[in-house]
């Protein structure tokens, strides 16, 4: 009898340790990554800048926990396309600093997958390009949306299959290709989609830069769209605060934090791979620079989830005793 008397306790609290996770600061609370700056770099011909410090991508658990870095830090230009590339610490994205994707991390519990990424990108609708405009053209270069890749459709030119997606911009998808897409407005979209591959494009494809073949983005709303919505996600998009008004490189740092209840996707079995990418459109931190992870998944077994739990009220059992005593 006080065995069953335990069991929903036991769920109460296996519920609230979920939830508690779902809702967190993922790059710091669950990841354990706090963002630094390492020390003033003197650039000649663009001033000064600060650099990532060595090691601020690394997350608490590395024996669990996925992580890719690709970060560049250098100087760049507000007025022309043309880097500096002296302090180069990885490779140079097209239009410098803010088109630089730096890190993606990925974990999972039984109930959710958790993804973040690092970027100088802006926020939905994007980034207005001003140094184009000594081509008559001031465009919108579209943020992206999230892919994964379960190995469900067969794979595209850059061998990744765009299984899933999070629309995170909701932009408009021109109706002719050589075309860039419109605004849909700043709104942070969470809506997760079973795609195809047909259902992603390039989000800027005026401005695209040849960078492999990968695409960025997909429009729900486009005519010829065959993807179906599966349900909401948790997504946050926000600009990183280091204090005192510093950035790194020049730029503001953001960063994206989505969660997916894994009940939207396919089962995955322990150590299954879980392809992830997140590009901004026209992908000028694509080809050599993408950010691509393959997430393994982690999945706990039920007993040991049920054994933690029975633990913990079995300590708080052993101080009720102890205090009666």
Do not use: K
Request: charged letters at 20%; aromatic letters at 12%; glycine letters at 14%.
């Amino acid at each position: 009898m006080r065995i069953h008397s335990l069991t929903p306790v036991l769920l109460v609290i296996i519920v609230l340790l979920a939830g508690s996770i779902a809702s967190a600061d993922l790059l710091y609370d669950h990841f354990g990554v706090t963002l630094s700056l390492g020390s003033q770099v003197t650039e000649p011909v663009n001033g000064n800048y600060y650099p990532f410090a060595n090691g601020t991508f690394v997350p608490s658990d590395t024996g669990r926990m996925d992580y890719v870095t690709d970060d560049w830090y250098g100087s760049w230009s507000d007025t022309d396309f043309n880097d500096v590339t002296s302090g180069n610490g990885g490779t140079v994205p097209s239009g410098g600093e803010p088109y630089d994707v730096e890190a993606l991390f990925f974990d999972n519990t039984n109930q959710d997958l958790y993804i973040v990424v690092v970027t100088s990108f802006d926020p939905p609708a994007g980034h207005d390009e001003p140094r184009l405009e000594q081509f008559g053209i001031t465009p919108m270069i579209a943020t992206g949306d999230l892919a994964l890749d379960f190995g469900l459709n067969s794979e595209y030119t850059d061998g990744f299959s765009y299984d899933y997606g999070v629309n995170i911009n909701n932009e408009n998808r021109p109706a002719l290709s050589g075309q860039n897409a419109t605004s849909g407005g700043t709104t942070v979209g969470n809506a997760l989609y079973r795609t195809g591959n047909s259902d992603w494009y390039v989000g800027s494809d005026y401005n695209d830069v040849d960078a492999g073949g990968e695409l960025t983005n997909f429009d729900p709303g486009w005519s010829s769209f065959g993807g179906t919505s599966l349900g909401s996600t948790t997504v946050s998009y926000s600009q990183y605060d280091f204090g005192g008004g510093l950035q790194e490189g020049r730029y503001a740092t953001y960063v994206i934090e989505v969660t997916i209840p894994r009940s939207l996707l396919p089962d995955v079995e322990d150590g299954d791979l879980i392809g992830i990418s997140w590009v901004e459109g026209c992908r000028n931190d694509g080809g050599d620079a993408i950010v691509r992870l393959n997430g393994d998944v982690d999945v706990p077994e039920p007993c040991t989830m049920v054994l933690t739990g029975l633990g913990v009220l079995g300590m708080g059992w052993w101080r009720r005793r102890r205090s009666a005593a």
